[in-house]
């Protein structure tokens, strides 16, 4: 027997996994989705939502006992496939029971994917949208995540950029090849784009109201704008916690909130926690039929009440 006989028969059999389409899965639980257009929009539906989330919340207690592992079995709307969803207790909550609970949005883990709650349902609506097109230019406002990591693999015309400097020229490129573009001046032609995704930026650009005029400038008519950012359901008016004036001086209205960021391991500051008025600003540069989708399911590990993502057309 030769080596390559050898190799072959102590070799590991590669497994292929099938995709499964939804229809083809049995679900377990209920889920819930829908579009809501504004604020009165929101009051009226409310206590549908809330009376869902309270029994999703009753559900849910059976997958987590602090500081015990959590893993449970689903399907994956980001990598359309049976998986295991996994969390860590590194950041705890107080589910509504005053219990701790994992932070869904960002620690609950496809094992297929390994993307988190809230990448998961980004990516779910961000290819549901691209579908619809043969061949899509999509631009996204990140490039070194494991988001961007897995539009760019299923969507092969994804540009990606991140904030690198304030003395970098937008459209250059540092030495591991990432895009540098300040969203509030965009270096790409205008209609450049059939959608552009943009993912827990918006709350870091002092100006956001210019950045949305940029987003609308460079989609194609009719192209797809899909973003999540801080969004308190509660409120109609978006909350100022910094202001920073024309010569960089930042002033905090409130606690300075610092988020991850991929390029500083010092985090990033967060301006805004935006309410309802954002879907005006939205559509005072031009953005028609927004709206925010509201997504709960055990099944596709959207647990919590957190899980929504903003839609708009140009």
Known sequence: MNIVQ???LFARPQVQRKKLSVE????????????????EDYINKKDGIDAFYADQAVKEKRFYSFPNPVEFEGFCRACNSNSVFTAIWDIKLNDIYGEKCPVWRERLKCTNCRLTGRMR????????????YEAPQIYMTE????????IKKNQPRTT????LAEDKTPGSFNIFGTRHEDVTALS??????DILASFEVLEHVPDYKTALAEFFRVL??????????????????????????????ITHLLEPEYHGDPIKNSGILCYYHFGWDIISEMSKVGFSNIRFKVRMSIDHGYMGAGFGIFLAEK
């Open 188 to 193: 790409f032609a205008e209609n450049r784009f």
């Open 160 to 163: 990606g950029s991140e904030y």
């Open 6 to 8: 050898l190799v072959k």
């Open 143 to 150: 490039q070194t995540t494991p988001l961007f990591r897995f």
């Open 121 to 132: 349902l980004s990516a779910h609506e961000l290819l549901e949208l691209a579908s619809s």
């Open 24 to 39: 083809q899965t049995q679900l377990k639980y209920p889920e819930y989705s829908d579009e809501i257009k504004n604020f």
């Open 220 to 249: 194609k008519p009719g192209g797809k704008l899909v973003a999540t950012f801080p969004f308190r359901k509660d409120i109609e008016s978006t909350i100022v916690r910094a202001t920073r004036d024309e010569n960089g001086e």
